[in-house]
């Protein structure tokens, strides 16, 4: 008999452990097989995670595997990571083990799946590199050649050519028989980047993974990568777990962004998971942005990041210009409507020159809030508590957190005046407000209410591409990795949108989205222009992304954290606490509070009592979280102390769930 330990697949807290079983014949390290457990002695799956155990309980009490599942295998660096997941992030075996595999059993044999197979399968050839893309591409073969697992980033500014970049150093890995994992922070834009690769690579070398494919489709491509018959990943965040053998080189594309850390269970940030994975074969990453997260740039004064920096454009392409409006000067003017006169100027400019713009604002809907203006009442949401926003074209007062819709009230609820008004401006008024002005020209919004499928967001993005739309107006989405070449002006309607969010990062993001969005613009052969109003325009993060100046920013902004202790000067730990039970709820949470300011850890006077998550509070749950400022170094010493004290609440059987959050990319 043989015998191995193995991870159950149940979502239980209470199960997570190994478990050992016997077989009769060996298996490997990441066998998927069945066994029978837990009362009534129901049949499971289980990952086998050590083999050739010496059992320490009694043979007879040691149950045998029933079967073996094929198709469906973990290798010796995925189980490594799910270990080592585990431990930095608290999360239970089973919850690392899903984020490698498909969703379900493998399904019945048939004709394969491939997304994007309409992709082109022509090769594009190599193009010229300018004198930076040579410099940077050198210093990335050589970690890759070398093996040195270095950690590369790529700060080019935006049209820099670091796409070329990334796909030189891919074609030197597969040269030498590595795979390769390309990630970008939007799934809406992995049909872009993937035309080129096919392009590039031919579309049989390329795998897809993201969380819109079906099952089917997700099965056959990860199928693809697990066989090595697609030696190129592209995908969103869950591409960071493609089950790539000999895996030399992952590239996070626009690494600053927000949707590279997972706000769901597992709650993982992907930097972290692609340095672990490629310490096994000591594989070489490269992180590219024109707005390097602040943690990331800090990493490269620290000398665990290697700088690399292309600061012109391809072909020496001048930057757009760039000019800021102060919309208080123009409210002062007289002028109330969301366009300052330089920037209509500049639209009707623009459009009579042939060329096509973007509008930017970052707040979907038609108003983003509705008061009554006898009490003051601002509407909210009953079941989660979020300010509601007024969506014209549905005629409905809406939740942008969960997305419950109600009529818009005509008397007040609290004091019953009919005196309710809508306030503020979102990318639906500011639609209507530009076809009124331009009738004749065709316009199209890019936000999550007419853009709720990738299907209709590449229809979009195609739509500009090939001219047939000459005014986009959008959210965020417009602002990240896309490469237009007609488009001549870039509007900005209110640079102070995410400068109101009360969260420490908020004026890094406010630099990131205007320095993004501003790039949009004269990627072609013209310079392009960009008008970006504000009504603080003074504020450091605006001026900088004004000027194209990241150092400027930088150089400020490292000076709050470090002087407010945020990181990279600490991690930020969020733990929460999850009930029906609210008063449940803020009770395990001040006892967390507690037990963690007796157990003598560094840095204990910064544990922040608990908060109720207004983002959360949902119909029948409620959630509170306490907030640690973790030294440091201590990390583990927290983690290790948070996973005792919620095995000691266990046997309490208070309905309350606890989760980890470190780093959280929001925490409020």
């Avoid at 996070?252 to 993982?268: A, R, V």
């Avoid at 665990?304 to 072909?315: G, Q």
């Avoid at 119909?619 to 030294?631: A, H, N, Q, V």
């Amino acid at each position: 008999m043989y015998y191995s330990n193995l991870v159950i697949d149940n979502k239980s807290r209470y199960t997570d452990e190994l478990y050992t079983y016997g077989s009769h014949e060996p298996l490997k390290k990441g066998d998927v097989v069945s066994v029978s457990f837990g009362l009534g002695s129901k049949e499971k799956r289980a990952f086998v995670f050590e083999t050739n155990v010496k059992p320490g309980i009694d043979l007879s009490k040691i149950k045998v595997i029933s079967g073996k599942e094929e198709g469906i295998s973990l290798n010796e660096e995925m189980i490594s990571t799910v270990v080592w997941m585990r431990q930095r992030y608290g999360i239970k075996y089973i919850d690392g083990i899903n984020c490698f595999i498909p969703p379900g059993k493998a399904p019945k044999p048939g004709k394969e799946k491939m997304p994007y197979k309409d992709l082109c399968k022509q090769n594009s050839g190599v193009g010229v590199l300018t004198s930076e893309q040579s410099f940077c591409l050198k210093r990335i073969e050589e970690s890759i050649s070398r093996k040195q697992n270095k950690s590369f980033l790529l700060h080019g500014v935006t049209g820099s050519g670091k796409t070329e970049v990334y796909m030189n150093a891919i074609s030197y890995a597969l040269e030498r028989g590595e795979s390769t994992i390309m990630l970008v922070p939007e799934i809406a834009l992995t049909r872009q980047i993937s035309e080129r690769f096919a392009a590039r690579f031919g579309r049989e070398n390329i795998a897809i993974l993201h969380s819109k494919l079906t099952k089917r489709e997700r099965f056959d491509e990860w199928t693809r990568v697990r066989k090595g018959t697609a030696k190129i990943t592209i995908g969103a965040r869950m591409g960071i777990f493609a089950p790539s053998d000999n895996l030399g080189l992952i590239i996070l594309d626009e690494e600053h962004e927000g949707t590279y850390k997972s706000d769901q269970l597992p709650k993982y940030e992907t930097v972290d998971i692609a340095m672990k994975r490629l310490m096994h074969g000591k594989g070489t990453m490269i992180l590219g942005s024109a707005t390097p997260s602040v943690v990331s740039y800090q990493r490269c004064k620290e000398g665990i990041y290697e700088l690399l920096e292309m600061k012109r454009r391809y072909n020496n392409v001048e930057l757009p210009e760039v000019a800021t409006v102060d919309m208080r000067r123009e409210l002062r003017s007289g002028n109330v409507s969301m366009f300052s006169r330089q920037l209509k100027s500049s639209m009707e400019k623009t459009l009579s020159a042939g060329e096509q713009m973007i509008l930017f604002l970052n707040r979907r809907g038609y108003s983003t809030s509705i008061t009554c203006r006898n009490c003051g009442k601002t509407m909210s949401c009953p079941d989660c508590g979020i300010t509601l926003v007024y969506h014209k074209a549905e005629n409905a007062a809406v939740c942008h957190y969960c997305g419950k819709k109600q009529p818009v009230p005509v008397t007040c609820p609290d004091c019953g005046s009919e005196e309710i008004r809508r306030f503020g401006i979102g990318t639906e008024q500011v639609e209507e407000e530009v076809k009124k002005i331009f009738p004749e020209k065709k316009v199209e919004r890019l936000d999550l209410d007419t853009a709720g499928s990738t299907k209709e967001i590449n229809r979009i993005f195609k739509n500009f591409a090939e001219e047939k739309t000459d005014i986009l107006i959008g959210t965020q989405l417009v602002a990240k990795g896309l490469d237009f070449k007609n488009v001549g002006l870039v509007g900005v309607i209110s640079a102070d949108v995410s400068l109101n969010i009360p969260d420490y990062r908020a004026t890094e993001r406010t630099f990131q989205l205007v320095t993004q969005v501003a790039g949009r613009a004269g990627r072609g052969e013209r310079q392009g222009k960009v008008i970006v109003q504000s009504y603080t325009p003074e504020n450091f993060a605006i001026a900088a992304a004004c000027e194209h100046d990241y150092r400027s920013f930088f150089n400020q902004e490292i000076k709050i954290r470090k002087f407010m202790n945020y990181p990279p000067y600490s991690d930020l730990i969020s733990v929460e606490f999850t009930s029906k039970d609210g008063d449940k709820a803020l009770n395990r949470a001040a006892a967390c509070m507690e037990y963690l300011k007796k157990a003598g850890l560094p840095g204990a006077e910064n544990i922040f009592p608990p908060q109720l998550s207004e983002a959360f509070r949902g119909k029948d749950s409620f959630r509170y979280y306490i907030l640690i400022k973790c030294p440091k170094g201590a990390r583990n010493e927290y983690l290790y102390y948070l996973s005792f004290f919620e095995r000691k609440e266990r046997g309490k059987k208070n309905d309350c769930v606890q989760t980890i959050d470190v780093n959280p990319y929001s925490v409020f």
